[in-house]
């Protein structure tokens, strides 16, 4: 009984030698090497899961910005590569001034024109199309707005002709976006809303009194860089006098 178990233990013994020795003999650990990667700009996280796709074992330190990374020495090339297109500066959103002009037309029969020069064409335009005889400027403002964001202006136009009552303005819009095509670049205003608040003559119960009206648009457009368009009107006392709301667009880098 005794031979046989020792016989049977041999016999495992050497079945089993070779297999241990297999498993803990030094390879493929020699061609293994470590970095570390400091990240400049990028998310840590997001990189570190991009260079895992090679293989290794990857370590990301958020907060010191650093990604450890071992693996085969022959994939470093390529988490080197990847790490630097990965890890580049943001490019800064173009900030777009918009600039806003208020004219008044009117008939008064007076056929004078007082505009600046850079709306000379515009103001011509409208005694073409709309037939008024006078057109002059009552108000100009502007903002600046970086691309995906939204813009507001208000305030208050000044005195109208012989008359000292205030007309208020709003201008504003949900988004502004940056685009480019063959033709050049353009500005969106999504969500666009704009008019005037003005002052209407009425009778009540039999005594003449001023109530604000709203007028305007509400609508989306697009406008070429530098391109001045006139974008709304809105009138006060019947038509007599009208506002007309004219804009521009320039791209800053």
Excluded at 87 to 106: G, I, Y
Aim: proline share 5%.
């Amino acid at each position: 009984m005794f031979k046989r178990l020792c016989v049977q233990l041999l016999v495992l013994a050497v079945v089993v030698g070779p297999v241990v020795a297999q498993d803990t003999a030094p390879d493929s650990g020699s061609d293994l090497v470590t970095e570390i990667f400091k990240i400049e700009y990028g998310d840590v996280r997001n990189i570190a899961d991009v260079i895992s796709l090679f293989g290794g074992r990857v370590q990301p330190e958020p907060e010191l910005r650093v990604i450890g990374w071992t693996g085969p020495k022959s994939q470093l090339p390529a988490v080197e590569a990847a790490i630097r297109s990965l890890d580049v500066a943001p490019v800064p959103e173009p900030n777009v001034e918009l600039t806003v002009w208020f004219l008044m037309a009117v008939n008064d029969g007076s056929g004078t024109t007082s505009v600046p020069a850079a709306l000379d064409g515009v103001a011509v335009q409208l005694q073409d199309v709309f037939g008024y005889d006078s057109v002059r400027l009552i108000e100009t403002t502007a903002l600046r707005v970086r691309n995906g964001s939204r813009g507001e202006l208000n305030g208050i136009l000044p005195q109208r002709l012989g008359d000292d009552r205030e007309a208020r303005y709003e201008f504003g819009f949900r988004r502004l976006w940056v685009s480019e095509d063959e033709s050049g670049r353009s500005i969106r205003l999504d969500g666009l809303s704009t008019g005037v608040q003005a002052p209407h003559t009425v009778r009540e119960d039999g005594q003449l009194t001023t109530r604000y009206m709203r007028t305007g648009i509400s609508t989306d457009i697009d406008l070429r860089e530098n391109q001045k368009a006139v974008i709304g009107k809105t009138s006060i006392e019947g038509g007599a006098e009208t506002v007309f709301i004219v804009v521009t667009g320039k791209i800053i880098e």
